[in-house]
């Protein structure tokens, strides 16, 4: 007769985690304890959405339009939650006061949740809302932002819109790291995918814009509707510059003359070199320095902030 | 001043959950107890792959084809585990052993994991295994067992294989999800998929097969490897009926004599009215009975079987 190991009672995790407060179930927690069952939907099905706001210098940036964004989200996929926007803002501003946090990476999730009977219909699952606020983190280090990122064109397809609709912010990115493991092998440091007409659609978390002859492009087809993206549009038609969504071949890209990229998670960050070729002199250029300045000063301003009640 | 909420020391969760038996980080736990962390890869980017076997009156179901799967999967997705086959065996005979469920849905996983760090780049990640045995669930409850499954094909188009490798079994789903909402709304009970030619793929966790003029049809483009689908072609070469791997026009697909369903989680299962049309006599067909049979009786030959060591 074998004998059968021990049923602990706790689960004990090895994992390090990075500083951060959660919100579950109506309990805030130390990031290491926000935790979701291995049967949540949200995690066996990624059926969930969600938004990432960030915190700088104690305040959120366009906090209002991250929560559009996701209300519209949570209604496509046919999720409802207990709490308005309101309330929301609440338990966001408890997470980063909670956490101490000048400078926050804040995320919300909502996702499916668990059916008490496992069921396969996803309309007997308990939707779920998670938040949490960890330190603010970029895309590029700042290395990369003084000299630019190093980007590798893949031949992956950015999952088609027939399949996923990307205005939903979703969890969909097997692609995106297939990507940035064939960019890693090619000595690039990010990936830029394709759309299913061979153009260029986003890389892992950011939008993708080309400066020409001082105008602006940005693919508009298959792609996040970004909210850094809609401040880039705000500060070109402020400063007059051209910017217009429209298709970018990937030879249109490499002979432009400046390149960046936009993601909550970094702001502005350029880009130097794609594949072997380098973008115009092969430094961060002067339309998207000016672009990214612009981009910190507006967080100056009242108009989108929102600021955190620190304890004293 | 604002008042701060309370941080919580631990989380209390109000989720009711099924029966069953966990495997994490060396422990074995209630099923209410296996959590991953909000920000494990696995969730927060769906970088995970995964497998499901059944355990049917005490024995596992093709384990060995199911682990392969497995392997080939994590190798694709360059994902490493310190367990190899022979310790993963173990390790799924103990959770379903504990759990003392003579028929189990045993799902084995591995994501991507945490970074100390929440960095961005998936290398720096520690990947991580994860088991667990809960009751067996079948697509296709008894009542639709018995008349047939009603399914609409919908004009969602499955996940790509240019984004993401459908033989790398994956919880990229959010396709599949809006599929059976749509199939809801028109008084379906499951939803049919396209592939990017406007072909019949699969459904939410199964592979389709039709029936016509004695031979039959299934899919094979930019679908799951899945195993039931293999033992459908055993069976069908056991027979000496033909069974073809082709494109399966949805016009074909409704005219077919018979039509039926395979997944792990039931077998295979048949449907017999496809958006407004009857399948054939519009009950069970005589192929897709005798293969049904075919399929529980090979549950009882070793070949295929590893027994469970309950405690007596």
């Not at 097997?174 to 830029?192: H, I, Q, S």
């Not at 001082?214 to 070109?236: K, N």
Request: with cysteine; aromatic share 8%; proline share 7%.
């Amino acid at each position: 007769m074998p004998t059968l190991p021990e049923l602990s009672t706790r689960h004990i995790d090895p994992a390090a985690m990075p500083p951060g407060v959660a919100f579950m179930d109506g309990q805030y927690l130390p990031i290491s304890k926000a935790k979701i069952s291995v049967l949540d939907n949200g995690f066996l099905h990624s059926d969930a959405t969600y938004d990432v706001v960030h915190v700088w210098k104690g305040a959120f940036f366009r906090l209002e339009d991250h929560l559009e964004r996701f209300f519209r989200g949570m209604e496509k996929l046919q999720m409802t939650i207990p709490y308005d926007r309101p309330q929301i803002i609440e338990i966001l501003k408890n997470c980063v006061a909670l956490s101490g946090l000048q400078n926050a990476y804040v995320e919300f999730i909502c996702t499916r949740g668990t059916s008490p009977t496992f069921s396969r219909d996803p309309r007997e699952a308990v939707n779920r809302f998670i938040a949490f606020a960890i330190p603010f983190g970029s895309v590029a280090n700042p290395e990369q932002m003084d000299r630019g990122l190093h980007a590798a064109i893949t031949d992956l397809v950015r999952i088609s819109p027939q399949s996923v609709d990307p205005t939903v912010k979703n969890y969909h990115w097997l692609d995106l790291v297939k990507g940035l493991y064939a960019a890693y092998d090619r000595g690039a440091e990010t990936a830029l995918l394709l759309d299913t007409n061979g153009n260029i659609a986003e890389g892992p978390g950011f939008n993708i814009f080309a400066v020409k002859d001082g105008a602006i492009a940005t693919p508009d087809y298959g792609v996040l509707m970004g909210i850094t993206r809609q401040t880039v549009f705000d500060l070109c038609s402020a400063l007059g510059v051209r910017c217009e969504k429209r298709d970018i071949s990937p030879d249109a890209l490499k002979s432009a003359d400046e390149v960046f990229i936009t993601s909550t998670a970094g702001g502005l960050m350029p880009v130097t070199r794609i594949d072997d070729t380098a973008i115009g002199a092969g430094s961060v250029g002067p339309l998207t320095r000016q672009l990214t300045d612009q981009y910190w000063k507006l967080h100056e301003e009242d108009q989108h902030r929102i600021t955190v009640p620190y304890p004293a």
